[in-house]
């Protein structure tokens, strides 16, 4: 009894010295995301008086913002823009990596470490430049000022990247329970659908999340590829849109970011034990 | 069963072809020798859509800026001539590519720095049971799936010379003077301070990242080894140096490369800041390339400064991947 | 709702809007399409799409203008379907480098800051004869204007409108202490180090931003100083003006400003005065704009001045110059120069949607009253800017060099070094260097 509570006590002690610990992390992770969140809903005025304490609504909070966000602008169009091009490159990356992954980590390909390096390579090509060249391949294929343009654009860093983590991973997969079923009458191809596949979810799973998160983060290829007010994606809409000259529109920049960003940190974290067991496989071993 | 599956985790291909060629007669190798074809045309069938998309939209438009960079293209005159390494000298001759070239190097340095130790930190953190780790967890990644060009703009408004909330509380605190005092940081505007401030944004963007990629190094060392290892009487140090960073070494490795490859041509953070000021005191390189190959049209030599690494990172990074890959076997 | 249904990715609605889109703009690329192309009178617009890339303008109502009233009225008497896209100003560049290596994108597009025609003048349609037409309807062009759109001798864009950085100060700070309205530099300069140690300093950007590129150029031309000779051949940046501008920018930091200045983008002087701290700022009348806005009680206080003189009684102001272009890939360049006509036609118009902020670079249309400002009392002295207006290069033309020396920020930074305690020779000399090195960059090339 008595050493349950002290065990207890024990415990309660070690997660006082966590919390302490996480603390500052969380701090300085979320302090400026409870900044924008605020800002959000301030009134100008109340941003630009200095003598105000600043944590808080000196003037009644207000909606306005988002009225401008939902009414003004065609952020609407934009958050399913975002999604469906996210949905769309998280795709073509499946259908990429996950079989140049599996073939270059288990087909023994003759070439195979020399062609995963020079994939990986392709991230020292710097976009400031490449946009220019694949302004062109946009337009050859009728995509320009179509969202669809980023679909084709996106995956030029999401398979590389994608390729890399499932190569890692599929070699976790033990041998032996490939060649059994090859043994039992499946094909390469059956082997890898109906043996190699399946263990690999977790795998498969990361390297979806990180395709969506990925094209979240880009801003020149929308800037220079897809300039119609409803076809941009969050990222390039809401700076293209609502810095107007020298006027920054606070309130509605950071209630835009919030509005994506929190309902995919959520996801991400969902999916997080997911993704790590997924790096885990992909160059642990 | 064949003798190959009952080797049991033996994939070395030598190895198995030598047990399928003394247990089975002529015939029968033969027909490995079509298995050996089928299996490299499925492996090219399946490597080709990934393979020819990367040829196709970074290979191609890749050689495109390689001429650029060695012609005198500008991007109103539709003909370029070839001038050679001309535009490489031209960088050279200039100030402010070198200020850059430094800022660069400083900049992934520094920010290597600091994402290291907090993330290595965060990781030993996240690494214990304790109740509400999962929101926690959720928390320090908001940083990580907010849209860059958007939460930079954050910032720039919490660095703001005059209504700088970070100002404002060290002030309160009493660490700084009163608006307007000489001990008031001006973060963007002061040369000492403008390149460390670009630097934090990249370090409170990627730290949450940095940790999460080793805490799945940590997770991935097995229990029973480190068991083994207590048993025998290591250190905890002892168990760190020999066990854990072993192990987790080539995890650690990748998110390195991946960050320094991101870190080196990521310009929005210091293009929506300062632009590279004041007086060129925060510019790295490509921002320079930007201004220069963009904004003032100049494409050969913007292309020159902005493919100026390569030519080192690419060596270094080859080799680099391929002792990594060594190890992983 | 009709955005998102766009937005769809179902294969239908995607061919169809592709193909409307592709058609309409007379995108390359599909040689069925030029040929139906080809086959049209050129003078037919109609039933044709015009496609526009402009900024996002300060003023969002004048966008709303733009959009839905200008380009649409225009559009249904004409048969076009006229669609506008955004983006800000400094970004424009990126773009249009991207639509050139594409060969497509739009028919008509601006520049605003960075006036690229002399860059891409080949790549773009010949408009003189809107040009022409159009100074000859509205009594002449403004002297400055020609240079920002010529090359060898034929005119490639037309200017639209600049924007004025004049000298917004608060009446209420100057009359209690006495001081006189900035109506020159110097008498700018000592309200601010009257008004400094009262808490409110002034501030113009020593940084790497547009505005800094203007104000600093305004106050060297003001003090005579020059950047180019009308050739465009000879840079005069090293002169006894310039370092008199230099030493004066020093003293006026010293004694008026704060270190903040060196962080400063565009938007900061908006904010300096609308918080009620600078006694003056010298920036676009979106500085009076957001603090109207914002901040009614200073905003009574704020009033506008004639741009300060130099030394010698000369005044310049350097202005945000923006000018429309026609790509020579574009298929509807008929319908885009009519357009164009219609636009300068209509410039009043804008300038009332606008809230004065548009100046025009005609004669004709710079009479008083115009629009807004004239009618505005603290307004009203921006009618008197029009023969001062300069732009980068001035009095020299606004060359492709320039353009980089604008990019790379050297004449700011000559101003920073100054401020930041380099004596004035070294300055020069460093600066001079950089002008020259990419002077001679170009000339090589």
Redesign the interface.
């Known amino acids: 009894m008595a050493t349950a509570q002290t065990l207890r006590q024990k415990e309660r002690r070690r997660h006082l010295w966590i919390y302490a610990g996480l603390t500052p992390f969380v701090f300085i992770a979320v302090f400026p995301i409870y900044w924008m969140l605020i800002t959000a809903f301030k009134q100008d005025p109340d941003l630009y008086r200095m003598d105000n304490i600043p944590f808080w609504f000196n003037l009644a909070p207000t909606l306005r913002h988002f009225k401008i966000l939902f009414f003004q602008t065609n952020y609407g169009a934009w958050i399913v823009n975002t999604m469906t091009i996210a949905a769309w490159v998280a795709l073509i990356t499946l259908v990429t990596a996950v079989p140049a992954g599996y073939a270059l980590a288990r087909l023994r390909l003759p070439a195979a470490e020399n062609i995963g390096i020079s994939v990986f390579m392709t991230y020292l090509v710097p976009p400031i430049i490449l946009f220019l060249p694949l302004s062109r391949v946009v337009a050859m294929l009728g995509l320009q000022d179509e969202w669809w343009a980023l679909v084709v654009v996106y995956p030029t860093f999401t398979i590389p990247f994608g390729t890399w983590l499932l190569m890692g991973f599929f070699k976790t997969v033990p041998m032996e329970m490939e060649e059994a079923a090859r043994v039992d009458g499946c094909g390469y191809l059956g082997a890898f659908l109906r043996v190699v596949l399946p263990v690999s979810v977790p795998g498969v799973l990361t390297a979806v999340i990180f395709a969506f998160t990925l094209s979240m983060q880009d801003f020149l290829y929308g800037l220079a590829f897809v300039a119609p007010g409803d076809q941009k994606p969050v990222p390039v809409g809401v700076p293209t849109e609502l810095i107007r000259g020298d006027v920054y529109y606070w309130g509605s920049l950071m209630g835009a970011a919030l509005l994506v960003g929190l309902p995919v940190a959520v996801l991400y974290n969902f999916f997080l034990d997911r993704f790590i067991q997924g790096i885990t496989g992909g160059v642990g071993k | 069963?064949?003798p190959?599956?009952l080797q049991?985790?033996?994939?070395e291909?030598t190895a198995r072809a030598a047990v399928v060629s003394v247990a089975v007669p002529l015939r029968s190798r033969l027909m490995f020798q079509s298995q050996t074809s089928?299996?490299?045309a499925?492996?090219?069938l399946?490597?080709a859509?990934?393979?020819l998309?990367?040829l196709?939209?970074?290979?191609?438009?890749?050689v495109?800026?390689l001429y650029?960079a060695v012609s005198?293209a500008?991007?109103?005159?539709?003909v370029a001539t070839f001038i050679g390494l001309?535009n490489f000298r031209?960088a050279l001759?200039?100030d402010?590519f070198w200020i850059a070239l430094q800022n660069s190097v400083i900049f992934l340095v520094v920010a290597a720095i600091f994402k290291s130790i907090?993330g290595t930190?965060?990781a030993f953190?996240l690494l214990?049971d304790?109740?509400g780790k999962?929101l926690?967890?959720?928390?320090?990644?908001?940083?990580?799936?907010?849209?860059?060009?958007?939460?930079v703009?954050?910032?720039?408004?919490?660095?703001?010379?005059?209504?700088s909330?970070i100002n404002?509380v060290l002030s309160r605190v009493g660490l700084i003077g009163q608006?307007?005092t000489?001990s008031w940081p001006?973060?963007?505007?002061?040369?000492k301070l403008?390149l460390l401030a670009c630097i934090a944004v990249n370090v409170?963007r990627t730290?949450?990242f940095s940790a999460?990629?080793l805490?799945?190094?940590f997770?991935?060392v097995p229990l029973e080894v480190l068991d083994a290892a207590k048993v025998d009487g290591c250190s905890f140090f002892q168990r760190f140096r020999h066990v854990v960073a072993p192990?987790?070494f080539?995890?650690l490795m990748?998110g390195f490369?991946?960050d320094t490859?991101?870190t080196l041509?990521d310009?929005?953070v210091v293009y929506l800041l300062?632009?590279?000021?004041?007086?060129?005191a925060s510019k790295i390189l490509?921002v320079l390339?930007?201004?220069?190959?963009?904004?003032?049209?100049?494409?050969g030599?913007?292309?020159a400064i902005?493919?100026f690494?390569?030519p080192l990172?690419?060596p270094a990074?080859?080799l680099f991947?391929?002792n990594l890959?060594r190890r992983?076997y | 709702m009709t955005d998102l249904q766009q937005a769809k990715p179902s294969p239908s609605t995607f061919n169809r809007r592709k193909f409307l889109a592709t058609a309409g703009a007379g995108v390359a690329g599909s040689s069925l399409l030029t040929m139906l192309d080809a086959k049209q009178a050129p003078a037919q617009i109609k039933g044709t799409t015009l496609r526009i890339l402009q900024w996002s303008h300060f003023i969002p109502a004048y966008d709303t203008w733009f959009d839905s009233k200008l380009t649409k009225e225009w559009g249904d008497q004409n048969g076009v379907k006229v669609r506008v896209d955004h983006i800000p100003h400094l970004e424009l560049p990126a773009r249009m480098a991207a639509e050139y290596a594409a060969g497509a994108g739009h028919d008509i597009i601006m520049n605003g800051s960075s006036i690229l025609t002399r860059l891409y003048y080949k790549s773009l349609a010949d408009l003189t004869d809107v040009y022409d037409a159009a100074g000859k309807k509205h009594g002449g062009w403004i002297p400055t204007a020609k240079a920002l759109v010529e090359a060898e001798g034929r005119y490639y864009g037309i200017p639209l409108f600049y924007i004025l950085l004049p000298m917004t100060y608060r009446k209420d700070l100057f009359d209690a202490n006495g001081l006189k309205a900035p109506d020159t530099w110097e008498l700018a300069r000592v309200a601010a180090r009257t008004l400094k140690p009262k808490g409110h300093p002034t501030g113009i950007q020593f940084s790497q931003c547009a505005d800094a590129n203007l104000n600093w150029r305004s106050v060297l031309f003001s003090f005579g100083g020059a950047e180019l000779d009308p050739s465009g051949e000879n840079i005069l940046i090293d002169s006894k003006e310039t370092r008199e501008a230099l030493k004066f920018a020093k003293a006026l930091y010293d004694e008026g400003m704060t270190a903040e200045v060196f962080s400063w983008d565009d938007a900061s002087d908006n904010r300096y005065l609308a918080s009620g701290i600078a006694c003056w700022v010298h920036d676009a009348i979106s500085a009076y704009r957001t603090t109207e806005d914002t901040n009614p009680d200073v905003f009574k206080n704020t009033f506008i001045g004639m741009e300060p003189a130099g030394p010698n009684g000369k005044r310049v102001n350097t202005c945000a110059a923006n000018v429309w272009m026609v790509w020579k890939f574009s298929k509807n360049q008929q319908a885009a120069k009519e357009f164009l006509t219609h636009m300068v036609d209509t410039f009043s118009e804008g300038m009332t949607s606008s809230r004065g902020y548009n100046m025009p670079y005609l004669n004709g249309l710079a009479k008083k009253p115009m629009p807004v400002i004239g009618t505005d009392p603290k307004l009203q002295i921006l009618q008197d800017f029009p023969p001062i207006v300069a732009f980068y290069g001035y009095p020299g033309p606004f060359i492709t060099p320039i353009q980089e020396v604008v990019n790379l920020f050297v004449l700011p930074d000559m101003f920073t070094r100054v401020a930041r305690g380099q004596s004035v020779e070294d300055v020069m000399k460093w600066g001079m260097g950089e002008y020259r090195r990419i002077f001679a960059k170009h000339k090589r090339a």
């Open positions: 069963m064949t190959a599956s049991g985790g033996g994939p291909p089928r299996r490299l499925f492996g090219y399946l490597l859509p990934a393979a998309y990367v196709l939209l970074v290979g191609a438009p890749f495109f800026s650029l005198d500008n991007v109103g005159d539709p001309e031209s001759e200039m402010v907090l930190s965060l953190l214990q304790f109740p999962k926690i967890r959720g928390l320090v990644v908001i940083p990580f799936t907010l849209p860059i060009a958007i939460s703009l954050a910032w720039k408004w919490m660095y703001d010379s005059q209504f909330v404002w608006y307007g000489d001006i973060w963007l505007g002061d040369p403008a409170w730290f949450p999460i990629v805490l799945a190094g997770t991935s192990m987790i080539p995890i990748i490369l991946f490859v991101f041509s310009l929005s300062t632009q590279g000021g004041p007086a060129n490509p390339a930007y201004q220069i190959g963009i904004q003032a049209g100049n494409l030599r913007g292309a902005a493919l690494l390569v990172l690419a990074m080859f991947l391929r890959k992983e």
